[in-house]
């Protein structure tokens, strides 16, 4: 090798080396790309009170640390822990209360069933006779109305249909729908108590106790919940004080994570409920948010130890302050069984509210005017689908026309 090509050699060697160093250099600086949602990505929520970290190294509400054994209400573990915040770099966003009543307006009405079929038929037949207004009676007690109504009802039908001498079914409809919605009862107060109560000590936030028996779909109806209070841009805290279903609270975790709203929930299964939720209320105090929903075990209302354990629930969450609502779900299609659960829990937890859930079948929708009427408790709430946003307030008119819908 002379020593030209020695030199050459040499020179293309360097610059090699020099390009090296370059592209470690800059891959340095930049450091290793973050995939959202990946490992090393911090939690994105801009929803969520407070940006501390508790000494576990979790993501907690602002002043509010995971509280030590021992620390809770009435003997409780204290074992309520904030999680949630959702891993990924954009939430969802939660469709508008407008929105979502257009939507289940339309599918209320389109609603399939039988009840105003029967009932337009019996009343525009050519003759009414004392049989004709039994078997309406028998067609609102199908319905789930209840003795009471559905007579009150039938009274005051035989009355105006005898005066008015009428079978034209557009006249008979109107008539059958004037009555239905007074049973209704649109004037009752169907909002929410969730505003947040400001004070000179810095106020707190409102505090909504969920209640119910298994299978009503009362832990989806507190997520659903949630999306409804942030869609209408109010802080939320969720309660994860069902401690004893399996995975209830990883459930309304994810409910929670996926609009960025954090959950308190103990640090292991079967923890204390109450020491649950009243650290749920205080981290909702530190991190000064509008509203804490607090979801309960699905206990069954023949249960005496059970409904004592709502009852100390109730009491652990009121040394925060008075409770502002206690909503009872209760599944539509469960008709006079649903009467019997809201009669039992109003005698532990005064029931405030009722949330109707699986209403997208409207033949035992009658339940509405019964639990109203025995409780003087509105329906506050229906869920009407499976969807995410398939949960808004109840329209008394909407639900009428869907009861008498001849589609």
Do not use: C
Request: aromatic residues 2%.
């Amino acid at each position: 090798m002379t020593a030209t090509q020695f030199t050459y050699l040499a020179l293309g060697a360097l610059a090699v080396l020099i390009a090296v160093g370059l592209l470690l250099f800059v891959g340095v600086r930049r450091g290793p790309k973050q995939v959202p949602g990946g490992s090393g990505t911090a939690s994105v929520g801009a929803r969520r009170p407070g940006d501390g970290q508790d000494q576990d190294g979790q993501s907690a509400p602002a002043g509010q640390g995971r509280t030590g054994a021992g620390d809770g209400p009435d003997g409780g573990d204290g074992a309520g822990s904030p999680t949630g915040g959702p891993a990924t770099a954009t939430l969802e966003r939660p469709e508008a209360v407008a929105g979502r009543m257009i939507r289940l307006r339309a599918r209320l009405a389109g609603s399939r069933n039988r009840l105003g079929q029967s009932l337009l038929g019996l009343l525009s037949r050519e003759t009414i006779d004392a049989d004709t207004w039994q078997e309406v009676e028998d067609t609102l007690l199908l319905a789930d109305l209840g003795p009471g109504p559905a007579e009150r009802i039938v009274a005051s039908l035989r009355t105006q249909v005898a005066v008015l001498g009428t079978r034209d079914v557009e006249q008979v409809r109107a008539l059958l729908r004037a009555e239905l919605l007074r049973a209704v009862d649109p004037g009752l107060d169907r909002s929410l108590a969730v505003t947040r109560h400001e004070g000179p000590d810095g106020g707190r936030p409102a505090v909504v106790l969920v209640v119910g028996v298994n299978g009503t779909g009362k832990t989806t109806t507190v997520g659903k919940l949630a999306r409804v209070l942030v869609a209408q841009d109010m802080d939320v805290v969720l309660g994860a004080a069902d401690t004893f279903r399996a995975a209830a609270a990883d459930q309304l975790t994810t409910w929670g994570e996926r609009v960025g709203v954090p959950t308190i929930r103990s640090d292991r299964e079967g923890g204390d409920p109450a020491a649950v939720a009243y650290d749920a209320v205080a981290a909702g105090i530190a991190a000064e948010v509008d509203v804490v929903l607090i979801d309960t075990a699905g206990r069954l209302q023949n249960k005496v130890g059970l409904m004592d354990e709502l009852g100390k629930v109730k009491r652990v969450v009121e040394k925060h302050g008075p409770l502002d609502e206690v909503l009872l779900v209760i599944d539509a299609t469960t008709g006079q069984n649903g009467l019997e659960q809201a009669r039992v829990f109003s005698s532990v937890v005064q029931v405030t509210g009722i949330v109707l859930t699986k209403l997208d079948g409207t033949a035992k929708g009658g339940i509405v005017v019964a639990v109203q009427q025995a409780l003087g408790v509105p329906v506050k709430l229906v869920g009407l689908g499976e969807g995410p946003d398939d949960l808004a307030p109840f329209d008394p008119e909407a639900f009428v026309d869907a009861l008498i819908s001849l589609d």
